[in-house]
């Protein structure tokens, strides 16, 4: 598969910076342009990478568990559904075994995935959007405007998250997944703002910046069209960074059982576990792993998808695949692996 | 202004802030926290004049003057270290915190100290061999650490080797039977119980910090001035040390301002898990008996330690990196 893109991705040798030079395409031609600039091209690269390949189909088996939790296609969990305390792998009918009241294991995984993807959504695109926009703005614009935002960054990064998070959600008591995911993360965007404006500092002295600015420009359009593809990489793998850090501390608040909670997820999965005495007890053991795999997966899914990222947006690797530049192929063999 | 001087004044404007913010919070939320015990003091029949006296104390307030009064009696006492009495311990807040903040200080300190040695060491390793199976080996473990939460270190070493091998201690800073003091059985007691805790904040670390140096040791083994310093002879463990390993460590060293941030949060969820009486022990503690003056006041002495480290952390930044300018940037 990879290699049928491949050659039709070298066969036309446009090169990919200059199409916005040739005139007149029609809708259709630019719909397919669209198409292998942003979705076929960043995929092929992606999955060119053996880190990346096994990152995307972790996150399409979460996204599928999604799906089924969504569609109802599993049972749901109930207590007595199935005999008490049964080890993962020995009756297929409880894959995962049950928790000490019959519930089964896996039926809690599968419906607690909508949540947690949806929490862990809101949460790195409240951090990243805001983080882009602070850093942006005050790093290209300096002077007054600078120093405000700076200020307010500094004293909201001061301010260690989970204490905020825990004595937030006492009053407002966060059950909706998107509102979790952004209190969660309530100061997460202060660091990342900051390093993005470091970035943006060294970007906004460059010739180009420089050209925008005595044409008059507008200083959304320098920023939008400019600067932010510069800092694009950076704030990609931050996204997923930023997802990750949702993921450890929601499951570890509801872990101490200090975050409300209605329905079941993986953290009040643990919770439940460790306070009925799992931790003494080898026979229920798999309670507590059961949902600590299901958790570390989606990190290191995350954490792949990443590392991936960051090939995608190199340049280098991305002239290679218009068949350009022979000269950089030794590169794939250290990335490749892992 | 000077540069020092101006992080120096920052300090108390911040901590001043945090405190508005607590302030803010008790005071303004819907409800309010000391709505219910004020019902329930009501309820067993206590006189009005008498609760609002009671709830006075507990928090160094006067529930009834106005809302400038109130803050301003707050912040003056909590100037004066009056933090108000904790009203599930019985005991003053700022007496509670004070026997709490050490064992807190001690876990994050040892811990990041450690991470960052041990991380930096690796991934210097690694970038110098770049590409040997070590390498790879090494960093497809680092990706892995990434991926796991450092409560999932501590209820597994908890599982094995507290309570199935017992061969560290379940919970407390110290055992009960040692008593305070400046001897050998006390430090021995102090490190046995925090081997565990330390071990499972420290390892989920080292990862990231590993692959972090690693990718900014390989790119300073890029540059020219490596070139050119092995052009006029320099002896390897020079160049090292001088220029590869101080200009990789840079980034790293900014990063860890948001790093102790991080991680002074991440004790709430460590310290609970290991009954280590700390900040973040005392603060779940507080959250489940419904203590808002202990809830509060950990919150803010967490804050201001923070505000505290990040200052040292700011300061000795000059130390290693001389290019460190205070210079305003000009506007657009």
Not at chain 1, 83 to 102: C, D
Not at chain 1, 146 to 154: C, E, L, R
Not at chain 1, 221 to 231: M, Q, S, T, W
């Given at each position: 598969m990879a290699t049928e893109a491949d050659s039709s991705g070298s066969s036309d040798s446009v090169d990919w910076r200059s199409e916005s030079s040739s005139v007149e395409m029609t809708r259709e031609e630019r719909l397919a342009d669209l198409y292998r600039r942003w979705v076929r091209e960043p995929f092929v690269i992606a999955w060119s990478d053996l880190r990346t390949r096994v990152g995307l189909l972790l996150v399409v088996g979460y996204l599928a568990m999604g799906a089924v939790a969504v569609l109802g296609l599993w049972r749901t969990p109930q207590p007595n559904q199935g005999?008490?305390?049964?080890?993962?792998?020995?009756?297929?009918?409880?894959?995962?075994?049950?928790?000490?009241?019959?519930v089964d294991l896996l039926a809690l995984i599968i419906e607690s995935t909508p949540f947690i993807l949806l929490m862990v959504l809101a949460g790195g695109v409240w951090a990243t959007t805001l983080a882009v926009l602070v850093g942006t703005v005050s790093g290209y614009k300096g002077g007054s405007v600078?120093?405000?935002?700076?200020?307010?960054?500094?004293f909201v990064m001061a301010i260690p998250g989970l204490p905020l998070v825990i004595v937030l959600a006492i009053s407002i008591s966060p059950e909706n997944p998107i509102v979790l995911g952004v209190v969660l993360t309530i100061n997460y965007w202060a660091g990342l703002g900051r390093s993005?404006?470091?970035?943006?500092?060294?970007?906004?002295?460059?010739d180009y910046v420089e050209a925008s600015r005595t044409m008059g420009t507008s200083v959304p359009?320098?920023?939008?069209?400019?600067?932010?593809?510069?800092?694009m990489p950076y704030v990609m793998v931050n996204f997923v960074l930023a997802a990750r850090y949702t993921i450890f501390a929601s499951v570890g608040l509801y872990f101490i059982g200090v975050l409300?909670?209605?329905?079941?997820n993986w953290g009040v999965t643990l919770n439940n576990a460790y306070s009925n005495g799992a931790l003494f007890n080898p026979a229920a053991s798999h309670w507590l792993l059961v949902p600590m795999v299901a958790i570390i997966g989606l990190s290191f899914a995350l954490i792949l998808v990443s590392q991936g990222m960051d090939r995608i947006f190199n340049p280098r690797v991305r002239t290679r695949l218009t068949g350009e530049s022979e000269s950089t192929d030794e590169e794939t063999t250290t990335g490749g692996t892992f | 202004m000077n540069y020092y001087l101006k992080r120096t004044a920052r300090i108390p404007l911040t901590i001043l802030a945090v405190l508005t913010l607590t302030f803010g919070l008790i005071r303004l939320l819907p409800g309010g926290p000391f709505t219910q015990l004020r019902i329930q003091l009501i309820r067993q029949g206590m006189p009005v004049e008498q609760v609002n006296a009671r709830i006075a104390e507990l928090q160094s307030i006067q529930p009834n003057a106005p809302l400038w009064q109130q803050y301003l009696d707050y912040v003056i006492a909590a100037v004066q270290l009056d933090l108000g009495q904790s009203i599930s311990l019985n005991q003053p807040v700022i007496e509670v915190i004070a026997g709490a903040l050490p064992w807190t200080v001690f876990l994050v300190v040892t811990s990041t100290v450690l991470m960052f040695v041990f991380g930096i060491l690796l991934g210097a390793v690694q970038a110098y061999w770049e590409g040997s199976s070590f390498d790879r080996f090494t960093s497809s473990g680092s990706i892995l650490l990434m991926s796991i939460p450092y409560y999932i270190f501590a209820v597994v070493g908890l599982f094995y080797l507290a309570y199935q091998f017992q061969l560290f201690p379940t919970g407390n800073a110290v055992a009960r039977s040692v008593e305070t003091g400046f001897t050998w059985e006390f430090f021995s007691s102090v490190l046995y119980h925090a081997v565990l805790p330390i071990a499972a904040f420290?390892?989920?670390?080292?990862?990231?910090t590993a692959l972090n140096m690693r990718s900014n040791s390989i790119q300073v083994l890029g540059e020219e001035y490596v070139e050119v310093a092995r052009l006029r002879g320099l002896t390897d463990s020079r160049i090292a040390t001088k220029y590869v390993a101080q200009n990789a460590v840079l980034p790293l060293?900014?990063?860890?301002?948001?790093?102790?941030?991080?991680?002074?949060?991440?004790t709430v969820v460590l310290e609970e898990i290991f009954s280590y009486p700390g900040l973040g022990y005392y603060l779940i503690e507080a959250v489940n008996a419904n203590d808002y003056p202990l809830m509060m006041g950990c919150f803010l002495v967490i804050t201001a330690t923070l505000v505290v480290a990040v200052y040292i952390a700011d300061l000795t930044y000059g130390l290693i990196d001389p290019r460190i300018s205070a210079g305003e940037s000009d506007g657009y």
């Open positions: 005999p008490r305390l049964l080890q993962p792998f020995e009756n297929m009918a409880y894959p995962l075994g049950t928790t000490n009241s019959g600078d120093n405000a935002i700076m200020s307010v960054t500094d993005i404006r470091s970035q943006v500092l060294s970007i906004r002295e460059a359009r320098i920023i939008g069209k400019d600067v932010l593809p510069n800092i409300p909670y209605t329905g079941q | 420290t390892i989920g670390g080292i990862g990231s060293y900014t990063g860890l301002l948001l790093l102790i941030g991080f991680r002074l949060g991440g």
